[in-house]
């Protein structure tokens, strides 16, 4: 054992001495590009945090602080270089290439800065509340795209891309089967390939239907967009290509850790097409209609990412995303595709997979109706957040004082009609339910877990047993939340589940 343990120490130290040695190798090649462009020796010279590829990154201190890079593919640098000094040509905001080694694997670039808008909207990202500075920078960004698709195609020579020059069939395979074997096979759940297949081919054919001549950048995410003086700048562009349009808007509004809430997609998406006119004369209803397509094949791949990186190399980051992605999905999944009618079948069992779920169920909204007798005290909250909202039915006309509704409750036909046809009771949960509903699609957006809605009145048994349960049934069916509903003074408790 001991002679096992020193072999394994002189290993490590060995290949410590390897990695030192190569990392000396590739800051001397960044320094000689420094050194010659201008004219001076770099101060300093400190390896960046790396991202989710194997190229590395330093930062070169002196007279002007340069960002070298070193790749591991000589063919993924030529891209980069080559679309880099296009699209900087053609005005865009990228990066300013300076100089690259004679073997095309090393190269120095504009310095942008430290600011990725991933972590300038870090707020609303957490909160899914996003002030207007971060939607301002957010609208920047999404109406610069068009920009990128479609002024940088003038000229372009697409047979410079990496690995693909044009999204086509194989491409779209080779993510879908990456889902396939990186992440679905992962999970160990059971499904039918065959038929996974043919609704793979289901897809591609429907992605590739409409027009692919777009300027792809196909990783066009909040962390490959840099902020330098309240302006979006745009890296890490060399996996692009010829591409339809719809992808990197999909991209973009469901990157699964961006956690925007719909009323922001929406919101962004409405600057898009409004910036795209200028270069598409395109129907809002279908472009929604395509872009759903996108956003699931974009999802599945982003999955197989996750999977790889995460299950297969080790990295924390791409593990911890999962459940972000895996909540995009389920979303997705309100909305059935029929058009897959097997992928749809699979993906809803996958969401429900107990590893799943119990991340869910952590982070899922559950919201309390309670009806009561103020008479008998308002109800106490159990969750420790400190309740919510108490509506005052007293003020609606009450049908117990009159004798031939005494024995009846506010979920007797007898009772309900009263109260319907009196109309006060509709104007007072109209009213209720604007108040609720807001919070209720806030709480979810942020993540909140609980919320207690309850309504009181004289004996908690006509008024307020109506209006309790109306809202109850209200709710869970516009948000589809797990809602408890307590008829406190009748005894009376009823769950309606929320449906995956």
């Known amino acids: 054992m001991a002679v096992l343990v020193g072999f394994a120490l002189i290993f490590a130290l060995f290949a410590l001495l390897l990695l030192s040695q190569s990392t000396t190798i590739m800051t001397k090649v960044l320094e000689d590009l420094y050194q010659q462009y201008t004219g001076q020796h770099p101060t300093d010279v400190v390896e960046l945090p790396s991202s989710g590829s194997n190229r590395r990154y330093f930062r070169l201190s002196g007279p002007l602080s340069i960002i070298g890079v070193i790749g591991t593919c000589r063919e993924e640098n030529e891209a980069f270089l080559y679309m880099a000094r296009h699209f900087y040509n053609k005005g865009l905001p990228v990066p300013k290439v300076f100089a690259q080694s004679p073997d095309g694997m090393a190269y120095i670039q504009e310095d942008l800065g430290d600011a990725l808008l991933f972590n300038v909207i870090e707020k ?49 395979r080779w993510d879908l089967n990456y889902f396939k074997y990186c992440f679905l096979k992962a999970t160990g759940l059971e499904f039918l390939e065959d038929r996974l297949e043919d609704d793979f081919q289901a897809m591609t054919d429907v992605l590739l239907s409409g027009d692919c001549n777009a300027f792809m950048y ?11 003086d309240g302006e979006p700048c745009f890296i890490d562009f060399q996996g692009g290509r010829r591409g339809p349009f719809y992808y990197d808007v999909a991209s ?17 998406i409405e600057e898009y097409l409004d910036s795209l006119r200028r270069y598409v004369d395109i ?25 790889f ?40 069992e996958l969401v429900n997979m107990k590893q ?30 400190g309740g919510g909202f108490v509506f005052d039915c007293r003020a609606v006309n009450n049908p117990g004082k009159y004798e031939r509704y005494k024995p009846y409750t506010g979920l007797d036909q007898q009772v309900i009609k009263f109260l319907e046809e009196d109309g006060e009771i509709i104007d007072f949960l109209t009213h209720a339910y ?64 929320a449906r995956f």
Not at 360 to 383: C, E, H, Q, W
């Open 124 to 172: 609303g990202r957490k909160t899914s509340v996003f002030s207007e500075e971060e939607k301002v920078i957010l609208k920047k960004t999404i109406r610069q795209l068009p920009e990128i698709q479609f002024r940088a195609t003038d000229d372009f020579d697409f047979s410079k891309c990496y690995p693909a020059a044009q999204f086509d069939a194989r491409s779209i």
């Open 218 to 228: 196909r990783d066009f995410q909040s962390r490959n967009v840099m902020i330098r």
């Open 252 to 268: 973009f509004l469901w990157q699964a850790k961006a956690n925007f809430p719909d009323s922001l997609r929406h919101e962004l």
């Open 283 to 307: 129907d809002r209803d279908s472009f929604y209609a395509r872009l759903r397509h996108f956003v699931l094949f974009r999802t599945l791949q982003v999955l197989g990412a996750y999977g």
């Open 356 to 385: 799943f779920t119990d991340d869910l169920s952590r982070r899922t909204l559950t919201v309390k109706v309670m009806s009561f007798a103020y008479k008998k005290g308002i109800p106490n909250d159990t969750t420790g957040n």
């Open 309 to 348: 990186r995460g299950y297969f190399e080790k990295k924390p980051h791409f593990i911890q995303s999962v459940p972000f992605a895996i909540e995009n999905l389920r979303n997705l999944l309100a909305e059935p595709y029929p058009e897959y009618p097997y992928l749809d079948q699979m993906l809803r």
């Open 434 to 497: 604007a108040l609720v509903d807001a919070s209720v699609k806030r709480y979810m957006e942020r993540g909140f877990t609980n919320l207690m809605v309850c309504f009181g009145c004289t004996g908690g048994q006509h008024r307020s047993v109506y209006s309790a349960q109306h809202m109850a049934e209200h709710i869970n069916k516009t948000f589809n939340v797990k809602v408890e509903l307590v008829h406190r003074e009748q005894n009376i408790e009823q769950t309606f589940k």
